[in-house]
């Protein structure tokens, strides 16, 4: 899929923040839809944003960056208080009814004899002859509009003529490449593979080798949808920066549970439950809660409970600039890790209907390493190896479309999780051999 940047093939939706609301026959989120529009702030000029922007230099340093398997339990609550009936869970979360394609197994784990409920989103590569699954995903820039300032995605970026967006959904996470794996050729099939394609190839290689087997991303339309998104929390603000080509570029700091609300009015809006909106933002940092010093969430993916299914959605930043987090998260690195992490452990332990209910892929505790400091037990793929966490792990380049290099971030495989037999490439731990194979002892 190409990204249009012209007026004419982009479709942009002028949208308030969509606070506590969104459609009920969509989401079933609140009772009823309450759209109010916002009025942008007064526009300042390109002279007194610089200003601006160098008075306010944030020290991002200062910050932890994460990257979340799903939303804080507050805000899910939050979210969850909006449904008819309150709090509780309605009666379609004990359905999985219409979804993405998925597959369901179960690992018995030589580290504590328990046995696990695994579901990961395409077809199960222990079929007799394992072949590729497509899923759909919806294209979605946010163009947030805060204190005066436009970070637009689908806008030509600070220090590069193509936007964002076109950068993020040419990359290859959505176009197929080249990649190997601890020495193997996991791209060789025709026309090559998607980078989350050929991870999940590799690991499951042993089971998969020689054949097509795959989860490949294809987009529910060719041009992107712009959705304009005000926030409101009297917290969020606006810093600066230092870019890559000697000025300062802005970074939205916003709350999450407003963010949240707005990504499934998104997904009530624009998707299906059989596909997933995937919804990019232009260097954007969440905070949570009431101190925005509790910062910063750079994304996360979610399955909440739609009439009639189970609808998964994605959102995270691009960050255009080498200087947010000292350079550790450029570009597709946070979306490496949360669509890595989307496709082996989609419902994050949320929908009681699905096999195992919300045990489904657990895990044994594994940790002290990525951005686990302690011990953590889900199948969060991307966790184990965060960049500029414990472990310092870094980022891989890869050359996309036009020759421009992106760069991601290493995946843990599923056996360094359970502690069973590689069937992965070069019986290692992860996909570019960051972790060593055969997993961790006891954590504690």
Same mark, same amino acid.
């Given at each position: ?6 007026d ?5 939706t002028?949208?308030?923040s ?11 989120? &609140? ?7 916002a ?29 979340l ?6 805000t ?57 699954t497509?899923?759909t ?10 204190g005066?300032?436009?970070l ?7 220090c590069?003529?193509?936007?964002? &967006? ?39 290689w ?5 054949t ?17 998104w ?24 916003v ?5 949240n ?9 624009? &998707? ?5 909106p ?35 959605y994605?959102v995270? &930043? ?46 044994p505790?594994?940790?002290?390493t ?6 953590q ?8 190896l965060t ?28 056996d ?20 060593a ?8």
């Open positions: 899929m190409d990204f249009h940047a012209t004419g093939s982009r479709t942009s002028h949208r308030a969509l606070l506590q609301s969104c459609s009920t026959a969509a989401l079933g989120l &609140a009772a009823a839809a309450m759209i109010s529009a009025s942008p702030p007064p526009a300042m000029s390109e002279a007194a944003k610089a200003q601006f922007l160098n008075n306010h230099i944030v020290n991002t340093a200062r910050w932890t960056p994460m990257v398997s799903r939303p804080p339990v507050t899910r609550l939050k979210a969850a208080a909006a449904r008819p009936g309150g709090a509780a869970l309605s009666t379609n979360a004990l359905l999985v009814g219409t979804t993405v394609p998925y597959w369901t197994t179960t690992i018995k784990s030589p580290l504590d004899n328990n046995t696990y409920t695994v579901s990961m989103v395409g077809s199960s590569p222990y079929a007799a002859n394992p072949s590729n497509n899923v995903y919806v294209p979605v820039a946010v163009r947030i509009h805060l005066g300032f436009v637009d995605p689908s806008a030509p970026s600070h590069d003529a193509q936007s964002p &967006a076109r950068r993020f959904f040419n990359s290859p996470l959505f176009r197929p490449g080249q990649f190997t794996s601890n020495g193997a050729n996991v791209s060789a099939v025709p026309g090559g593979t998607q980078l989350i394609s050929a991870f999940q190839r590799a690991n499951f042993n089971k998969v080798q020689g097509s087997y795959g989860v490949t991303l294809v987009p529910s339309r060719l041009d992107t949808i712009v959705v304009d005000y926030p409101t929390d009297p917290l969020d603000f606006v810093g600066g920066v230092h870019d890559d080509c000697g000025g300062v570029t802005p970074v939205a700091f709350n999450i549970n407003e963010f609300s707005e990504l499934l009015a998104i997904a009530a809006t624009y &998707a299906k439950p059989n596909q997933v995937i919804s990019l933002a232009d260097d954007v940092a969440i905070y949570v809660g009431a101190n925005t010093n509790n910062c910063c969430v750079l994304g996360y993916h979610n399955a909440v409970p739609v009439p009639g299914g189970t609808q998964l994605a995270g &930043a691009y960050f255009d600039t080498h200087h947010v987090f000292g350079g550790r998260f450029p570009d597709i690195t946070v979306w490496t890790h949360e669509l890595g992490e989307l496709i082996d452990d989609p419902f994050v332990q949320s929908i009681p209907g699905v096999p195992g209910g919300t045990s489904n892929d657990l895990t505790a594994w940790g002290h990525g951005q686990v400091g302690g011990c037990n889900n199948l969060e793929t991307g966790d184990p960049p500029a966490q414990l472990g310092n792990f870094g980022v891989f380049p890869v050359t996309g479309v036009g020759g421009f290099t992106y760069h991601y971030q290493d995946l843990a495989f599923h360094w999780f359970y502690r069973t037999a590689s069937t992965s490439t070069g019986g290692a731990g992860s996909f570019k051999d960051g972790l194979g055969g997993g961790q002892g006891p954590c504690s």
